[in-house]
Protein backbone atom coordinates (compact mmCIF):
# COMPACT_ATOMS: atom_id res chain seq x y z
CA UNK A 1 0.00 0.00 0.00
CA UNK A 2 2.87 2.33 1.00
CA UNK A 3 4.79 1.59 -2.54
CA UNK A 4 1.38 2.26 -4.47
CA UNK A 5 1.05 5.56 -2.64
CA UNK A 6 4.92 6.32 -3.85
CA UNK A 7 4.41 5.32 -7.00
CA UNK A 8 1.29 7.45 -7.88
CA UNK A 9 2.93 10.92 -5.80
CA UNK A 10 6.17 9.87 -7.85
CA UNK A 11 3.45 10.36 -10.96
CA UNK A 12 1.87 13.13 -9.89
CA UNK A 13 4.87 15.41 -8.89
CA UNK A 14 5.87 16.33 -12.25
CA UNK A 15 2.14 17.62 -12.93
CA UNK A 16 1.82 19.24 -9.70
CA UNK A 17 5.44 21.37 -9.81
CA UNK A 18 4.57 22.45 -13.73
CA UNK A 19 1.26 23.93 -12.23
CA UNK A 20 2.76 25.26 -9.69
CA UNK A 21 5.66 27.10 -11.44
CA UNK A 22 2.61 28.13 -13.92
CA UNK A 23 0.67 30.10 -11.36
CA UNK A 24 3.55 31.54 -10.07
CA UNK A 25 4.60 33.02 -13.57
CA UNK A 26 1.11 33.84 -14.43
CA UNK A 27 0.36 35.78 -11.31
CA UNK A 28 3.11 37.65 -11.19
CA UNK A 29 2.65 38.66 -15.00
CA UNK A 30 -1.32 39.84 -14.11
CA UNK A 31 -0.19 41.40 -10.81
CA UNK A 32 3.82 42.41 -10.66
CA UNK A 33 5.23 45.67 -12.25
CA UNK A 34 6.18 43.87 -15.65
CA UNK A 35 5.56 44.27 -19.39
CA UNK A 36 4.79 47.19 -21.64
CA UNK A 37 2.75 48.95 -19.56
CA UNK A 38 4.88 48.71 -16.58
CA UNK A 39 7.97 50.03 -19.03
CA UNK A 40 5.91 52.85 -20.68
CA UNK A 41 5.34 53.82 -16.78
CA UNK A 42 8.33 54.02 -16.13
CA UNK A 43 9.70 56.19 -19.03
CA UNK A 44 7.29 58.31 -17.95
CA UNK A 45 8.73 58.70 -14.41
CA UNK A 46 12.01 59.28 -16.03
CA UNK A 47 10.88 61.60 -18.35
CA UNK A 48 9.24 63.53 -15.39
CA UNK A 49 12.36 63.31 -12.81
CA UNK A 50 14.48 63.99 -15.64
CA UNK A 51 12.27 67.44 -16.80
CA UNK A 52 12.80 68.42 -12.51
CA UNK A 53 16.34 67.73 -12.64
CA UNK A 54 16.57 70.53 -15.73
CA UNK A 55 14.54 72.96 -14.06
CA UNK A 56 16.64 72.39 -10.46
CA UNK A 57 20.04 73.10 -12.69
CA UNK A 58 18.64 75.53 -13.83
CA UNK A 59 17.76 77.11 -10.19
CA UNK A 60 21.18 76.39 -9.19
CA UNK A 61 22.99 78.02 -11.74
CA UNK A 62 20.66 81.51 -11.25
CA UNK A 63 21.86 81.05 -7.52
CA UNK A 64 25.40 80.10 -8.68
CA UNK A 65 25.40 83.71 -10.71
CA UNK A 66 24.14 86.08 -7.92
CA UNK A 67 26.67 84.01 -5.19
CA UNK A 68 29.64 85.07 -7.73
CA UNK A 69 28.33 88.12 -8.05
CA UNK A 70 28.33 89.13 -4.64
CA UNK A 71 31.43 87.32 -3.61
CA UNK A 72 34.78 88.46 -4.85
CA UNK A 73 37.07 91.03 -4.40
CA UNK A 74 34.94 93.62 -6.10
CA UNK A 75 31.30 93.47 -4.44
CA UNK A 76 28.88 95.04 -6.67
CA UNK A 77 27.24 98.10 -4.15
CA UNK A 78 24.36 98.34 -5.83
CA UNK A 79 23.29 94.83 -5.85
CA UNK A 80 23.78 94.32 -2.13
CA UNK A 81 21.57 97.94 -1.52
CA UNK A 82 18.86 96.18 -4.20
CA UNK A 83 18.82 93.00 -2.19
CA UNK A 84 18.66 94.88 1.02
CA UNK A 85 15.93 97.01 -0.13
CA UNK A 86 14.21 94.27 -1.31
CA UNK A 87 14.73 92.00 1.64
CA UNK A 88 13.72 94.84 4.13
CA UNK A 89 10.85 95.75 1.99
CA UNK A 90 12.32 99.23 1.87
CA UNK A 91 12.23 101.78 -1.34
CA UNK A 92 14.99 105.04 -0.79
CA UNK A 93 12.43 108.50 -1.28
CA UNK A 94 14.40 109.48 -4.89
CA UNK A 95 13.50 106.26 -6.50
CA UNK A 96 11.07 106.21 -9.01
CA UNK A 97 9.11 102.98 -8.22
CA UNK A 98 7.28 101.10 -11.65
CA UNK A 99 4.87 98.37 -10.24
CA UNK A 100 5.38 94.85 -12.50
CA UNK A 101 3.41 92.10 -13.13
CA UNK A 102 3.70 88.90 -10.60
CA UNK A 103 6.33 86.87 -12.21
CA UNK A 104 4.52 83.45 -12.35
CA UNK A 105 7.27 80.83 -11.00
CA UNK A 106 7.38 77.43 -13.41
CA UNK A 107 6.75 74.14 -11.36
Known sequence: ???SLKN????IAPS???LLLTWYFLWNAWHGARGLDAQRAQAA???AANAHLASMNAQLAEWQTRINDLNGPTLAKDMLDNQARVVNN???PADIVVPLPAATQNK
Open 45 to 47: ALD
Open 16 to 18: VLF
Open 8 to 11: RLRA
Open 90 to 92: LAD
Open 1 to 3: MLR
